[in-house]
């Protein structure tokens, strides 16, 4: 009986032939598909080879579907899929936790946390992030606040936002500057420029020193408020005195 030979090209190619038919001629998995009248390999030989090709491509999807989903187990998948259907109804939602998400390890409700911060499922975050908060390995984590604080920026749900930020205060963290432009960028599209300030008040207490991005968000959303914005502009030009504030014209302060 012939067996089949697979052979795999370093140029991405995939052959195919029989042993009988090595040295005369190599079938290209087109030619497996749509054969021609050239090869002159036996159709009794393609489900075989067929069956080879599928048990070398192990069906896994290729890209960024594949390598956000690669770290989800069956049972946080499935605390995806429930919350999900239930979110609209929080006492299901509530229900759920209690009977699945509560079963889950560690790795899992972080998992199932990161992924619902991808989906901007940012209500369903927050209530497994109190989950995680109650477990009895959590440890302050300003990573874990960051991720979810920036995803509620994002949506402007900036109530949700108050709140992580003064819970993350009590447990004496400090977010870093990418933290602190999204919350002020969230506080400006608002519409809330005194919120954005206080953050801002609370930027310079941090001790990491201040990166340009959070105060250029600050000079750029405040201008029609000129006053807070040459508060802002003076502690800039004294943290970076090297750089440069661009100051449009007076018409565009609504001053003549």
Known sequence: MRVPTLILSRSKSVLFASKSLLDKHFVSIESVICPSPQVHA???DFPRLWSWFRAYHDGRPRG???RGKKLLGKEALFVILGLKRFKDDDEKVDKFIKTHV???????LIAVLTELERQEEVHLAVKMFKVIQKQEWY?????LYKDLIVALARRKKM???MELWESMKKE????DSQTYTEVIRGFLQYGSPADAMNIYEDMKK???LPEQLPFRILLKGLLPHPLLRNRVKQDFEEIFPDQHVYDPPQEIFGLR
């Open 102 to 108: 509560l079963r889950l390890l560690k790795m899992d």
């Open 172 to 175: 004496n963290l400090f977010p």
């Open 64 to 66: 960024p579907l594949w």
């Open 42 to 44: 036996s159709y009794s």
């Open 159 to 161: 109530d949700d936002v």
């Open 206 to 208: 941090s001790p990491d």
């Open 139 to 143: 440890k302050p984590d300003v990573f």
